[in-house]
């Protein structure tokens, strides 16, 4: 069984065990979490509609950065240059049950 969950701004696809990445959340290491459900899938059922009281239960793990996004602008002949740079903070999270 799995399912895709809502996670911030993007759908990640989960099972039960998974350890997933997050956009970050103030929430305290080793407490719970729940994520709503848009699809869920069991065997050969696939249930999209009726999903109001499902929901995933996540324990959060800690928190995690992503790769280093280097962001350069030039311009020819003006000596116009600049350079920026981003890391985004994730939360990791474990996946401990999916209930429909």
């Given at each position: 069984?799995?399912?895709?969950?809502?996670?911030?701004?993007?759908?990640?696809?989960?099972?039960?065990?998974?350890?997933?990445?997050?956009?970050?959340?103030?929430?305290?290491?080793?407490?719970?979490?729940?994520?709503?459900?848009?699809?869920?899938?069991d065997g050969e059922t696939v249930t999209a509609t009726g999903l109001d009281k499902a929901s995933v239960t996540v324990e959060v793990l800690g928190a995690t950065k992503g790769p280093k996004i280097v962001i350069q602008k030039y311009k020819n002949k003006t000596g116009y240059k600049k350079r920026q740079g981003h890391r985004q903070k994730y939360t990791q999270v474990k996946v401990t049950d999916i209930s429909l």
């Open positions: 069984m799995y399912a895709i969950v809502r996670a911030g701004a993007k759908q990640e696809k989960v099972a039960v065990g998974d350890v997933i990445e997050i956009d970050k959340v103030s929430t305290p290491v080793g407490d719970t979490l729940t994520l709503p459900v848009v699809l869920a899938v």
